[in-house]
T-cell receptor, first 110, second 113 residues
Framework: GQNIDQPTEMTATEGAIVQINCTYQ??????LFWYQQHAGEAPTFLSY????GLEEKGRFSSFLSRSKGYSYLLLKELQMKDSASYLC???????????FGKGTTLSVSS | DVKVTQSSRYLVKRTGEKVFLECVQD?????MFWYRQDPGLGLRLIYF???????EKGDIPEGYSVSREKKERFSLILESASTNQTSMYLC????????????FGSGTQLSVL
């Protein structure tokens, strides 16, 4: 089967660092995606990992361990505008479509 | 700017009505997808298409059908709307390939009364 797990909610303060974890089980793995979704808006692409290791993109980094079925999204120097849902996604069994986790709602306070 | 456009932002329909949700993309993408998003359940895949006139069932296809007569347009059809189909519906598109990112439309909030 396939399963993607991530925490439901997280809170943090401005300027802090937060790590959002994602574990996945899928036999058609072709890489791990992270999307950001602000309330009332469409999800937007943040990052993609297919090889093990850390990919850094400004304040955001994403890590993947294929052997452990584990990924995390690291957000540094948090800003209020980072308050959003963060969605972890991986390929379905056939490798033809993305299956999403339920999303982690991050609240950043001052 | 690349775009995925969904025809309606909000829609209210009655139980038993036939409902059409339209999605158009201007990026010449081969793949198109329909998801629904519900609180606590996240995004769930209903149907997708990787070519004109082709369709594949996702995880929750029951009660839905789709149509893809032209490459740029992918329609989701609720044959007989029911209250449990009240949801946010998101259309997305991507290029062919297993690591291509999805571009999403703004969504249609459908309420079935």
């Amino acid at each position: 089967g396939q399963n993607i797990d991530q925490p439901t909610e997280m809170t943090a303060t401005e300027g802090a660092i937060v790590q959002i974890n994602c574990t996945y089980q899928t036999s058609g793995f072709n890489g791990l995606f992270w999307y950001q979704q602000h309330a009332g808006e469409a999800p937007t692409f943040l990052s993609y990992n297919v090889l093990d290791g850390l990919e850094e993109k400004g304040r955001f980094s994403s890590f993947l361990s294929r052997s452990k079925g584990y990924s995390y999204l690291l957000l540094k120097e948090l800003q209020m505008k980072d308050s959003a849902s963060y969605l972890c996604a991986a390929s379905n069994q056939a490798g033809t479509a993305l299956i999403f986790g339920k999303g982690t709602t991050l609240s950043v306070s001052s | 700017d690349v775009k995925v456009t969904q025809s309606s932002r909000y829609l209210v329909k009655r139980t038993g009505e036939k409902v059409f949700l339209e999605c158009v993309q201007d990026m010449d993408h081969e793949n198109m997808f329909w998801y629904r998003q519900d609180p606590g359940l996240g995004l769930r895949l209903i149907y997708f298409s990787y070519d004109v006139k082709m369709k594949e069932k996702g995880d929750i296809p029951e009660g839905y059908s789709v149509s893809r007569e032209k490459k740029e347009r992918f329609s989701l059809i609720l044959e007989s709307a029911s209250t449990n189909q009240t949801s946010m519906y998101l259309c997305a598109s991507s290029r062919t390939g297993t690591n291509e990112k999805l571009f999403f439309g703004s969504g249609t909030q459908l309420s079935v009364l």
